[in-house]
């Protein structure tokens, strides 16, 4: 044995430099500086760089962040949700039905839909743990189930599968604005008046800012990337995440609840799906079928550009925030950019080979799989 | 010497018409490593599980610290302190060494009323468990994915004695491993005895056995057939019990006593 002061001769020296460099986030960070890079020479002009246009991206990133984190979570705890996108639809619909058709307050509308959309993740989470089947299978079930409803209900009692008057039944309503409110508005109106940000020039608004404030869903996406961050790696549940997607079995042995922990990450994710439609029926002030369709592809995309395993026990929330971020960026910048935008697809498709690419050699120079 | 850790008298297991285990009786001590022989089938496995409270023997006695005991599940014996190291490790190679060692009982500091995991006092007590084991981590954010074997063997063991094992059930450690890693599990068996943890050394390696044992018991067709102390038994008599006698003789022109 050797003694307690000498180390392998075989393990080299890593440099600060590499040590900082190998991380699960790498493939996002380099995604990320290289998208904005592409947009900075080829969209300056464009205004995708101005108030109007930095919001304008800022919140379709937001959006894919916050079904991310969701997807980022359970995937680690070796899961997957594919029916993100259905449940999206499904939970605004929920809100029209009880907030518009039946007139509830707003308020018991949102949270009614909060409650049901959590007991169908736990279904989900339960059927899983119960058969033992791929969670890909039941909640590609949920998928068509949810999407189905989606579309039938209001069919059903409106006979048109888009209801509208969100906008009118959440007025003076305490709880909507916490998901179609905005923030900051005097700070944008000082940056509006000292001319660091666009202001109106004509008609009834003439001197208010184009951008009069953060909307929620962004501050919503920061709350939740920062709760996802720190559940993940400063908590003691976050290290059972990783072990309940890195070996189950393991984990188990260990004394970690495996499938509570599993259970409560598909509630999470429908949670993230459930403030993403709330947001967004708040903001469109309708209800419509057909919402959130791929958008469980999208959320697994962006972790995946963020260095998660799709096979569960690694990854990072950061990196999938970064993942939404480049989403975000190269779907609106190809916009500002006067670029076909069929070609986003296309642009994709190379950023998420390229990322995948990437995280896979870091992720063996971390773990020491082969 | 004192009283045994843990005695078991005269186990049986039956599994619907077999008969797994037909009278076994081990006795460990604080500080000794018991050597389990047996080769495949002879009842290793399954008298490990009924030690370490998988399994619920059909008849015998278990006296854990001299009074009668009744594990209903493995946690129960866990809560007593038998720690069992699995040749199925309970290790995940993607996670970092001292989110492993601390899976599952993750050590906690509150800030603000939160409960948050204390990687520091983790860090610093997985790196202080391995340096007395005597492998020296880059650091403990190592992924145990990056550690051969015999690291692993090692840590999972670390984690064991921690933990408050007074008896230490290892499940062929050495049957994958090369003959330096091997030799390394077998100081750390040498270190965990000193600490006067009972180890109880499941193996059908007589080599391994003899380097680090102090009482061999070679199981056969679910009996023992018998405890020797060290030094009163040679290699090939331990070969031999093993074996059951005849057919390893037949064999052993052609082998040149090599096995």
Request: net charge neutral; aromatic share 8%; proline share 3%.
């Amino acid at each position: 044995m050797s003694d307690a002061t000498e180390t392998d001769e075989r393990i080299k020296e890593i440099s600060r430099l590499r040590q900082a460099l190998i991380r699960p986030e790498l493939g996002g960070i380099v995604g990320t500086v290289a998208v904005f890079t592409l947009f900075a020479l080829f969209a300056w002009d464009s205004g995708m760089f101005q108030s109007q246009g930095v919001l304008n991206w800022t919140i379709v990133s937001a959006q894919f962040m916050i079904i991310a984190v969701g997807a980022c979570l359970l995937m680690i705890a070796g899961e997957f949700d594919l029916s993100v996108g259905s449940m999206i639809g499904f939970a605004g619909m929920m809100i029209a039905v009880f907030g518009v058709v039946l007139a509830l307050p707003m308020w018991l509308a949102i949270l009614i839909t909060f409650a049901i959309c959590l007991a169908l993740g736990a279904l989900n989470g339960w059927i899983v743990i119960r058969t033992g089947l791929p969670s890909f299978i039941v909640t590609l079930a949920f998928l068509f189930i949810l999407r189905g409803f989606t579309i039938y209900i209001p069919q059903t009692i409106e006979r048109k599968t888009i209801i509208g008057g969100i906008r009118d039944a959440a007025e003076g309503d305490w709880l909507a604005p916490i998901f179609g409110g905005k923030i900051g508005q005097p700070i944008f109106q000082w940056l509006g008046d000292a001319g660091v940000i666009a202001v109106f020039e004509r008609g009834s608004r003439t001197g208010e800012p184009v951008v009069d404030g953060i909307p929620m869903l962004i501050v919503w996406a920061i709350i939740l990337v920062i709760f996802g961050h720190v559940l993940l790696t400063r908590t003691r549940f976050g290290n059972w995440i990783f072990a309940a997607g890195g070996d189950p079995e393991a984990a188990r042995n260990s004394g970690v609840p495996v499938n509570r922990v599993k259970v409560l990450m598909f509630m999470f994710t429908a949670f993230c799906a459930t403030v993403f439609a709330v947001c967004q029926v708040m903001e469109f002030g309708s209800a419509g079928a057909d919402r959130g369709l791929l958008k469980e592809f999208e959320a697994i995309i962006a972790v995946v550009i963020g260095g998660a395993l799709l096979t569960g026990g690694y990854g990072s929330v950061l990196g999938a925030a970064l993942g939404a971020l480049i989403f975000g960026v190269v779907q609106q910048g190809l916009f500002f950019a006067g670029v076909e935008s069929s070609l986003f697809r296309v642009f994709l498709g190379i950023i998420l080979l390229a990322a995948v690419i990437l995280n896979t050699y870091i992720r063996r120079l971390i773990t020491g799989e082969r | 010497m004192s009283d045994p850790i843990i005695r078991m008298t005269n186990i049986e297991k039956h599994f619907g018409s077999v008969i797994a285990l037909a009278g076994v009786s081990v006795d460990v001590f604080a500080g000794e490593c018991h050597c389990l022989l047996g080769d495949n089938g002879a009842g290793k496995s399954t008298f490990i599980k009924t030690m370490s409270g998988v399994h619920k023997p059909t008849a015998g006695e278990i006296y854990f610290e001299g009074k009668p005991m009744h594990f209903e599940d493995p946690r129960d014996a866990i809560a007593a302190g038998i720690a069992t190291v699995h040749q199925h490790l309970a290790m995940i190679p993607l996670m970092s060494v001292s989110r492993n060692f601390f899976m599952g009982n993750e050590p906690i500091k509150k800030v603000a009323g939160i409960p948050f995991f204390d990687r520091e006092k983790a860090d610093a007590t997985t790196m202080e468990e391995m340096r007395k084991m005597g492998i020296n981590l880059r650091g403990p954010d190592q992924a145990v994915g990056t550690l051969s074997g015999g690291e692993r063997q090692t840590v999972a063991i670390a984690r064991a004695v921690h933990f408050g094992a007074k008896v230490l059930i290892l499940d062929e450690p050495t049957s994958a491993l090369g003959v330096r890693q091997t030799s390394n599990v077998l100081a750390t068996v040498d270190k965990v005895r000193k600490q006067g943890i009972g180890v109880v050394f499941i193996t059908h390696n007589v080599r391994h056995a003899l380097a680090v044992g102090d009482r061999f018991t070679v199981l056969n067709r679910g009996k023992t057939l018998g405890t020797a102390m060290r030094g009163e038994i040679t290699p090939e008599e331990l070969q031999d019990m093993m074996a059951g006698g005849q057919e390893l003789a037949t064999l052993e022109g052609s082998l040149g006593g090599t096995v």
